[in-house]
Structure formats: C-alpha cells, structure tokens
C-alpha cells in the first residue's frame, strides 16, 4: 500500500513536473550529465535579498526518477537558505546511501527511498541534487 502510493507520487510528478524551464538571470545554476544513462538535468535559482529560494526551476530529460526527483527538489527548495538546501541535500544522500533514519522532513522525497535498493538508479535519483550542490559550491567559491 505504501510502495504504492510512493510509486503514485513519483508517476504524478514525472508525468505533471513541477518548476520545469529555466531561471535566465539565475544566482545558483548547474548542469549536469549522466554518462551511464543519457540523463540530463539543469537547475537555477534565483534567491531574494534575505539570501532565500525565490524560484527553483530545472530542465532537462531522463527518466522517471531523474525527472521527478528534480521536480520535488525545486518544490522542497522555495523558502530555503542555501544552508538549508545543503543541509536537505545531505538527508537525501543519506537516505539514498540507505541511512537509518525518520525522513518525514523530506516530505514527499520519502517517496524515492526505495530508490537506494537499487544502486544503479541512486545516480538518477541523485543527479539534480549534484547539479544544485555543484552550482552552490561555484556560487560560494568552494
């Protein structure tokens, strides 16, 4: 019952993305590439003057759950400092890597946590979050 209202969720945001297109005068922005399947995913923010997620956006294609991870990522981020989305960026990993753990702040990212049974598809489920880490680290310097 469960699995399968996380296989609804996933369906749902494949099939009905959230915050797809590109932010043009973006302040975070990356693209990535997953050699191994041909996934691509693009993501920009664009943050308000307190430093917050005004609009997260992604672009891209690949599968399932490249796609909707990077919809419910966008949906996750709007609000946050980028502190914050490093610190949700971290709970993912975890939770991709198989950490025990409760992971109801992530929300409706739960939905991908059998995701980490199958470690060939962690890089699709992971890869919008390396494209926002990356973009990050390029912002702040690192």
């Not at 590439?33 to 917050?52: M, Q, S």
């Not at 960026?89 to 929300?107: S, T």
């Not at 995701?115 to 979050?129: D, E, F, N, Q, S």
């Amino acid at each position: 019952m469960l699995e399968s209202l996380y296989q609804d969720i996933i369906l749902d945001h494949y099939k009905r993305p959230r915050n797809v297109g590109k932010i043009e005068d973006y302040d975070v922005g990356m693209e990535l590439a997953n050699p191994t399947c041909g996934d691509v995913i693009g993501i920009h923010l664009k943050l308000d003057e307190e430093g917050r997620v005004a609009d997260a956006k992604f672009h891209g294609h690949g599968c399932s759950i490249s796609q909707s991870s990077a919809s419910m990522l966008t949906v996750k981020l709007k609000g946050k400092t980028l502190e914050d989305a490093r610190h949700l960026i971290q709970r993912f990993y975890d939770m991709m890597k198989g950490v025990e753990g409760n992971y109801e702040d992530l929300g409706e990212l739960q939905a991908l946590k059998g995701v980490a049974k199958y470690p060939v598809r962690i890089k699709c489920a992971t890869l919008a979050w390396k494209a926002l880490e990356q973009g990050m680290d390029k912002k702040e310097g690192c």
